[in-house]
């Protein structure tokens, strides 16, 4: 499945887009950008059950749920529903390019801490695909003639736990970034979909929709 | 100095602690004494105190401790912040089977907490009203990630957790040793054993000490270390060894000698050279030790991976040796290896080289063997051997060489080159001796020939069978020496009897020698094996003495023979199985059971006992002990009853299978008579029947021509019996007739010939109508004695009572006649009433002839049948007329008539003339 996944992704820039007017338009990156979440979403579920399982009981117990003690600059992708429809399409698109921005810096530095091998290569592997998403949202943000944010200086995330920070503090911030990212995954699933349909209302353009199943 | 310390905890009475520690003080000195407390220093306030006092022993007795300090309070609860809830020791780092003491404590006195120690609750000891602690003893490694304790508030969102990493135990360096290649470089090596090595956590590190030179290095890898001698004064090294993580160190010395722990290098440039078949020169070189090192090194010769030989060489750095006692064109391996020859240590790496040695004549004669056998009346042999071993062929056998030669007569050499592929040949010759060479040739040369005589004389093949027995070794087969001049003797098998060819074996064996064990990997259970003893002449010809034949295992038949039932009759058959072999079963056949069964009858025969079969059914068993018996008779039997009968052979396995049993039905006790005498009589009916179809016309000329023989008739004999002497047959030759008189033509008479549509009871034929044929003399006056002839064959009239004193008598007639058939009106009436009722008996309207037969003279006639008494010769002829009917013709035909009578074919005109 997954290797069927990869090949309908690599396939999809040469799908031609049947487009009346020549130029396809944002859909065809819409719909790369969602599929491709919910890729990644698959791949966290496996990286996720294995990485909570290298950190021991209790972050890999299902009904684990702890306070958000360290994680307080993870960006959170909760939102109030009102204010998630409220969004505009840029702001939307902005929001999900800096969580995934900020969210990629703290993977890397999980991946420099990973004490076994087949762990980080696993965490290569995702940081690889979610640099990929990142690319796909900011080649939506283009296609909508939307700039990309600029970081500000000096607020470049690190990943770099001061003396106080216990690793059981360590383990909970790892533990929240999981699980973080798994939220925006599926909100950005959410927030690509909207968009995907309303791009496709008032484009009148015919776009070829391709379908992966089983995740 | 010496000082006392007291340590209380929670309270100053609470003392948990009491210890020395002795130091010597200086001047204006600043002391430092540390103590490791198990409970977490931050969940319980902790008070010290000491006093001291003189420890010299210079300063005499008795010396008096000082008063106690005041208490001095650790209290690190104080620099916690405002948090609800703290929980010690933060990951903290302990080797694995160390105790260790964890405490939270709480703000809030009303605060439930819950504890958890990798998922699982766990209950601690209360220290205070918001203090708590948990012992853990002896804790083990789980996870590099550490273990996780983590205490919550219930009903709150707090949670405060630790990790306990566990390290595993820091080994003490195993197998720690020294050694040099070169004298330029040491290197030592270890088993580190368990990494102890932790997520953000240095891992041990070993660091190696000299102590001679005091000289320390920290190494580089885990597991070895190079260390570099500087100059040839240093003779002896002591190392230390020392293993050092976070949590400890352990250490492991040695102590040796430099020249002691040489380790050569591997040797290099090995080569063979001048190899031949038997010898080869080895050739190799070493790499310099210092420069008055000795190298010893060892010079294996191996074969097929063992070693064969095994040499040592001292050498300083180039090597040289001669291996001798070869095999030819066999493959070996020539292996090197060196040490240090004043001080072994350790063998350096090996180096090694394969070749193999040149060929040479093979070293031994074929073991051939012959069979002899007549092919159109020609002796053939048949010449096996065994392929040389790889010992002894000493290289590829390229072919073999046969060599014929006649012993009877001065003839030329035959020789015959066989292929190496075969293992055997074929040759023809006559009845003549011949002396057999065979070799077998490689490229070095020929082997030596194994000569056999054969002669085209079998010799005596009528030797008698005796039976071996076979062991899980084989066929245990011994023999009697016959002439004492055997110079040995073969045992002749053959490995599958059953297939063709059936691969014969032979086995050779010394002439003093009189029993083997023949054992092959082929025998198999069940199998007969026949062996032949051959004594070896002194002239190499070989003599059957015995045969033997035998089983490896004798099994139970696998099949019944074929029973064919004959003699069947109502209480007894005949049972045969001749074509059955004794010889291809599984086992000597012993003998046989007959089964017999019938649900007519419920006791055995006798000579049959009760049997029991497989299938819990009864039966009749009879033992035939002789095995060329092959038939066997049931006797006894009721008539009309069914029988099921079954034949197995035995042998000392078993017996064959008991499934299919055949039924015979015998017949009642009549029908063998019916079928003796029924049958025959068929028979014999169905001859008589053809024999009559065949001969039908030849039946016809005896019993009912058409134009009967008066010769031939016993009307001629019946009348005689009257004693009628005078009668007799009138020889046609003898009457001439020479004129036709009707004399008499009565009405109605007239014969109609032509009426076929009318019956001849219509025709007024009471008084027919007879032709007289009268002689010439005139004196004939009227009817004197005369020869009536009737034909009996036909229905005939009656004839003229008047005109004949004669009549035919058919002896059908004679008994039943009434009255006495001598008066004329008697006869015809019989005749008459023949007559009618030979007429009744025929169809009306069919065709009805007169014949006239002309009577014989008496004279005439068969001579045989002449009367004692000659008649006196008639003076006339009569005429009789003779009816004959014959069925479905209109008329005779005229050839018959023509050919029956002399006189000549009259028609009706002629004879009413």
Redesign the interface.
Known sequence: MLACLCTVLWHLPAVPALNRTGDPGPGPSIQKTYDLTRYLEHQLRSLAGTYLN??????N?PDFN??R?GAETLPRATVNLDVWRSLNDKLRLTQNYEAYSHLLCYLRGLNR?A?TAELRRSLAHFCTSLQGLLGSIAGVMAALGYPLPQPLPGTEPTWAPGPAH????Q??DDFWLLKELQTWLWRSAKDFNRLKKKMQTPAAAVTLHLEAHGF | MLFQIQISRMKTSNVIWVGNYSTVVKRDPVLHWSWKSELPLECATHFVRMRSRVDDAKIPEPRFWSNWSSWKEADAQKSLGRDPLFLFP??KLVEEGSNVTICYMSRNQQDNISC?L??QQIHGEQLDSNVSAFKLNKVSF???????I?CKVDQK???????L?VSKVLEEPKDFSCETQDFKTLTCTWDPGTDTSL??RSSQSYTLFESFSGKKILCEHKNSCNWQVDSDSQEMYNFTLVAENALGNRSVSVLFSLTHRVHPKTPYNLFLKNVSGTKATVTWKVHPIGNYSTLLCQLDLLGEGNVIQQHNVSIKENGEYLLSELEPDTEYMARVRCADANHFWKWSGSISQKFITAEAAPSEALDVWRNVKSVSGRPTVTLFWKPLSKLHANGKILSYNVTVENLDRLSGLEVHSVPATANGTELTLDQDSYQIHVTALNSAGPSPASVIVVSGDPGNEEVEEERVNGTEDGFSVSWKPQSGKAIGYVVEWCDHPQDLPCDLQWKNLSSNTTSTVISSGAFRPGVRYNFRIYEISTERMAYLLEKKAGYLKELAPSDNPQVVVSNLTSHSFTLSWKDYSTDSQPGFIQGYYVYLRSKAEKECHPGFKKATLPDKSACCQHRIDNPEQKTFVMENLQPESVYEFLVTPYTSAGSGPLDAFTKVTTPDEYSHILIRIILPMIVCVLLIMITCYLKSQWMKEKCYPDIPDPYKSNVLSLIKSKENPHLTIMNVSDCVPDAIEVIHKPEGSKIQFLGASKSLTETEFTKPAYLYLLPAEKNYSGPGPCICFENLTYNEAAADSGSCGHFPVTPEALPGQPGPLTSPENLLKALEKNYMNSLGETAAGEASLNYVSQLASQMSGDKDSLPANPPEPVLCSEYKMQMAIPLGLASPPPAENSGLSSTTPLDQSEHYR
């Open positions: 290298y950190l021991g009981p209790p972050f117990e702890p306070p003690l801490q004490a216990s690793d059981f503090l383990k909970m | 933060k990951d958890y990798e998922g789980i996870r590099k990630t550490g273990t996780n983590f969102d707090v949670i405060k957790g630790i990790v990493f997520p953000k």
